[in-house]
């Protein structure tokens, strides 16, 4: 990939690229004029580099928990309102991503967001108030929120008709980060140095990634149909999509969930050592790697809602038996993470076929969902910790399976009844 910078300098003269105006103003298929292999093939893997550095950065904080607790001397409680700064941020930023990018192009706003993950990141790994880390939090959760629309867009519209596997082949990217995170921070931490150390090496990688996005541009998008402010819940909201948004409100809240608790679930009910809690959250994304890589050959054959159904009732009983059963079957826990894998990027491909017409409109409303169910399961885990013990709070990420459960049997019966998806 070191050769794509020259090449991508003759992508556009005037500068600002690819510019998506779908929340905004403006109704328009993002590529009309069909790219060279080159082109795509950049973008791409523009998109699964976003993708590896999101899942890195966002998956150190699970690994450095415990660390962070016992140095600031805090509660779970606690812990789960720092957290919540971050998701707040992604919530906030999946809603304005849309304006942003309208407004001064999608490379600027890329950049943007690795400026904002640089400047989460430096705050998270310095300060030592519970208030400051939680804004730092909220400041890495912007630039993280700014990096979850753009790439499944352009996916979906350089990949139309294989958008479930790509998206899919770009969510491994991400398991990729993920995995190599906590291995990352297993191994410093071993060596007993400071989890503030391991977030400040994560800005190297920020730094690179930034680095690389100046030179990569953006071929510019054609406008079309004008989309006023007020039509927005009107598009966004019919139909069937509100069960889409419970379906994945629900399974972010339970994935984010068990991926911020489950190191520390491990080390304090479990007794695991540091080195081996952190190798079960690589173990989940490894699992979650493995099954995008099988289940994106297969999700669209299968049909995407059926896919969602099957893999949700893998997870509840995996992660049941993990949590309840006796210390044996703790290697379930991270196992979950198979059965997790293609939930999230068939939920986009699902969405994405089924409302060709705003479809990036409808994307970005997911994503503020997604943001919103990452909001919420961290910090409920955390609280009914607090009140409950650790092992009844993490139970949580059941209730949240088997809401989306439900969802997804209510949506697959309306569809499958003949009510417009």
């Known amino acids: 990939m070191c050769t794509w910078c020259p090449l991508c300098l003759s992508f556009l003269k005037n500068g600002s690229g690819f510019n998506i105006q779908d929340q905004t103003r403006y109704n328009f298929t993002i590529m009309p004029i069909k790219p060279s292999k080159t082109t795509i093939f950049l973008l791409t893997a523009g998109c699964f580099l976003s993708f590896f550095v999101f899942g890195f950065t966002d998956n150190l904080k699970g690994p450095t928990l415990p660390s962070m607790l016992a140095e600031l001397n805090i509660s779970y409680g606690t812990g789960g309102n720092i957290f919540f700064g971050e998701y707040l941020g992604f919530l906030i930023a999946t809603l304005i991503t849309g304006i942003l990018a309208d407004r001064f192009g999608l490379k600027s706003v890329i950049i943007l967001a690795g400026v904002f993950l640089g400047i989460g990141v430096g705050g998270y790994s310095f300060f030592q108030s519970a208030i400051l880390l939680s804004g730092s939090l909220f400041i890495l959760g912007l630039g993280l929120g700014a990096l979850e629309l753009g790439p499944n867009a352009i996916i979906v519209s350089l990949h139309h008709e294989r958008k479930g596997l790509y998206l899919n082949l770009m969510a491994v990217l991400h398991g990729l980060g993920s995995l190599i995170a906590p291995l990352f921070a297993g191994w410093l931490l071993s060596l007993s140095i400071s989890w503030r150390v391991i977030y400040r090496w994560d800005i190297l990688l920020i730094a690179l990634f930034v680095f690389i996005f100046i030179f990569l541009r953006f071929p510019k998008a054609e406008e079309k149909t004008q989309l006023d402010f007020r039509h927005v819940p009107q598009i966004a909201f019919k139909g069937q999509l509100p069960w889409y948004y419970v379906i994945i409100t629900f399974y972010v809240a339970a994935e984010i969930g068990l991926v911020s608790w489950l190191v520390a679930f491990l080390q304090e009910i479990r007794s695991a050592s540091v080195t081996s809690s952190n190798q079960s959250l690589s173990i989940f994304f490894a699992m979650m790697m493995i099954g995008r890589l099988i289940g994106g050959f297969f999700v669209h054959r299968i049909g995407y809602l059926r896919s969602i159904l099957f893999m949700t009732i893998g997870g509840i009983l995996c992660f049941t038996a993990g949590l309840f059963g006796p210390k ?94």
């Open 328 to 421: 044996e079957f703790s290697f379930l826990l991270p196992v979950t993470g198979f059965f997790f894998s293609i939930i999230f990027p068939t939920i986009t491909a699902a969405v994405s076929d089924t409302h060709t017409e705003n479809a990036n409109t409808i994307l970005g409303v997911l994503f503020t969902f997604a943001g919103l169910g990452g909001l919420i399961g961290p910090w409920l885990i955390a609280w009914g910790s607090d009140l409950f013990g650790l092992q009844a709070g993490f139970s949580i990420v059941i209730v949240f399976l088997a809401i989306t459960l439900v969802a997804a049997s209510t949506l697959t019966k309306r569809i499958s009844n003949g009510q417009k998806a």
